[in-house]
């Protein structure tokens, strides 16, 4: 897909993306929800302090989404992150990670009960959205929610909703 679409009906969909600048020693995470017609649920920017790798950083990014979802009691998820490689790993097409082999394991811990949730890839150009909530400034060891969308997610927010 290189363009975002929007979830089945009675289902929202969460888009997430990371941001990691190699040497600094933080990375950031930016989360969208969505409905079937494309509207704004929910957004989410996440700083956190460590240098990570990309791969760590987007397989926290997309645990993050599955906690998020869980704790707004949210049911029928489908999540999309643009790392093929964490995808890949939280389905079980690839296993050998071990630099992020926890964080797997409480994905795998968390969605056992949760067949309500899948997690698929989606090219970049699907996940405008959250790229752009990735880098909206936030400090360390924090996060914003918000419940109507930040102004520097409105002209891509709006273009994907005309496409639905």
Same mark, same amino acid.
């Given at each position: 897909? $290189?363009?975002?679409?929007?979830?089945?009906?009675? #289902?929202?969909?969460? *888009?997430?993306?990371?941001?990691?600048?190699?040497?600094?020693?933080?990375?950031?995470?930016?989360?969208?929800?969505?409905?079937?017609?494309? #509207?704004?649920?929910?957004? #989410?920017? #996440? !700083?956190?302090?460590?240098?990570?790798?990309?791969?760590?950083?987007?397989?926290?990014?997309?645990?993050?989404?599955?906690?998020?979802?869980?704790?707004?009691?949210?049911?029928?998820?489908?999540?999309?992150?643009?790392? !093929? *490689?964490?995808?890949?790993?939280? *389905?079980?097409?690839?296993?050998?990670?071990?630099? &992020?082999?926890? &964080?797997?394991?409480?994905?795998?811990?968390?969605?056992? $009960?949760?067949?309500?949730?899948?997690?698929?890839? &989606?090219?970049?150009?699907?996940? !405008?959205?959250?790229?752009?909530?990735?880098?909206?400034?936030?400090?360390?060891?924090?996060?914003?929610?918000?419940?109507?969308?930040?102004?520097?997610?409105?002209?891509?927010? &709006?273009?994907?909703?005309?496409?639905?």
């Amino acid at each position: 897909m $290189d363009k975002w679409h929007p979830p089945r009906a009675g #289902r929202v969909k969460i *888009n997430v993306d990371t941001h990691v600048i190699v040497g600094l020693s933080w990375f950031s995470c930016g989360l969208i929800i969505q409905d079937h017609e494309g #509207r704004f649920i929910r957004a #989410r920017t #996440r !700083k956190d302090a460590g240098g990570v790798s990309v791969v760590e950083a987007e397989a926290r990014g997309v645990l993050e989404a599955i906690r998020w979802a869980i704790s707004l009691g949210l049911y029928g998820v489908d999540i999309e992150s643009d790392s !093929k *490689n964490s995808v890949h790993a939280i *389905n079980k097409i690839v296993e050998n990670y071990l630099e &992020v082999g926890v &964080v797997f394991e409480e994905y795998r811990r968390l969605l056992e $009960d949760r067949r309500d949730i899948s997690i698929s890839f &989606v090219k970049k150009q699907a996940n !405008k959205v959250a790229h752009i909530l990735a880098r909206v400034p936030c400090e360390i060891n924090c996060f914003s929610d918000f419940i109507t969308p930040p102004q520097s997610v409105l002209e891509p927010l &709006v273009s994907e909703s005309l496409m639905v």
